[in-house]
């Protein structure tokens, strides 16, 4: 008979480790087989959650990086704008408390507002005046805007990476932060010295088990033993009771035969060599009772030891 479990097999007979009739050695490395797959599957999960995170981290410093560079492209040019404002303004000759200059330095603030809201600041009633009446822009002018507006691009892009960059870093420090917390893989190391702490104490306890069950088994054994012997004792001690019955017939013939008949002398020697029989017998069975009693003694202590 058969029974299916799970797409496995369980034959009746057997135990859920193997079968019976395998040895302890057989049992303990199969038992210990499987508390190291179920650690194993433990530690594994563990690993790839902590893989999954660190391929996530990963990601994320590399984003970082990319960013960095971006930045570093972006300031660059930056720089680059910056510096042909101030080379048109050295070029066109234009003083730093000229009008020309303070109308340059207006038209920035409002090209800031339009693009990015009131975080750039508000237009005084005066420099809204100002604007109204400023009539077209000087070549200086145009030229220094057109560079201006290029440098608030990369001056943007920087700003916005900035930003990534801090909440990508942000993001690393939750996930180390979360894995604090958790620690699981060395709560996994743990659980993996529990179960082969489990497994080592049940391989032990099936040891002393198979070890209990020799024992009885060879108690079992000398104790039939040592039933046979006595046995076999008690049928030698009657059959020397019954030589020395015969001992006492064959005399007490010897006897009447010295009474009674003519040829005395013929049944004293056949008399006499009836005892001498007899009594052979007799003590050849008390030497076999004595190597019996010798050799019951050798086996109990064989069992001890």
């Known amino acids: 008979m058969k029974i299916t479990q799970q797409n496995k097999a369980l034959f009746l007979g057997d135990t859920p480790f193997g079968k019976q009739d395998m040895s302890i050695k057989e049992r303990i490395a199969m038992k210990k087989q499987l508390h190291q797959k179920e650690a194993l599957h433990i530690v594994g999960t563990v690993n790839k959650s ?3 995170m660190d391929a996530n981290v990963e ?25 042909k404002i101030t080379d048109k303004k050295e070029e066109y000759g234009v003083k730093d408390d000229s009008k020309e200059q303070a109308d340059l330095e207006l038209l920035m603030k409002e090209y800031d507002i339009k693009k990015h809201g009131s975080a750039a600041g508000t237009l005084t009633q005066e420099e809204q005046e100002r604007l109204k009446n400023m009539g077209e822009m000087t070549d200086y002018q145009k030229e220094a805007m057109e560079a201006y507006v290029q440098t608030d691009y990369y001056k943007t892009e920087i700003e916005r990476n900035n930003r ?7 993001s690393i420090r939750m996930i180390n932060m979360e894995r604090l917390k958790t620690h699981g893989m060395v709560d996994a190391k743990k659980a993996e010295e529990k179960i082969m702490a489990a497994a080592s104490d049940e391989a ?33 001690e ?55 009693e010798e050799e019951i003694k050798g086996i109990l202590v064989n069992t001890r030891m």
């Open 164 to 170: 990534e960059m801090m909440a990508n870093a942000f």
């Open 50 to 52: 902590e893989q999954k």
């Open 204 to 236: 032990i306890a099936m040891m002393v088990d198979d070890v209990k069950e020799t024992m009885d088994e060879k108690a079992e054994e000398v104790q039939e033993v040592a039933d046979a012997r006595a046995e076999k004792k008690e049928e030698q």
């Open 59 to 83: 990601e994320i410093r590399g984003r970082i990086r990319q960013l960095q560079e971006e930045s570093k492209s972006a300031n660059e040019s930056l720089l680059e704008y910056r510096q």
């Open 238 to 292: 009657e059959r020397i009771e019954a030589a020395k019955e015969d001992k006492k017939e064959a005399e007490a013939a010897a006897e009447e035969a010295k009474e009674n008949s003519s040829n005395l002398t013929e049944q004293v020697v056949d008399a006499d060599n009836i005892m001498q029989d007899v009594e052979g017998e007799v003590k050849k069975m008390l030497k076999e009772q004595e190597l019996l």
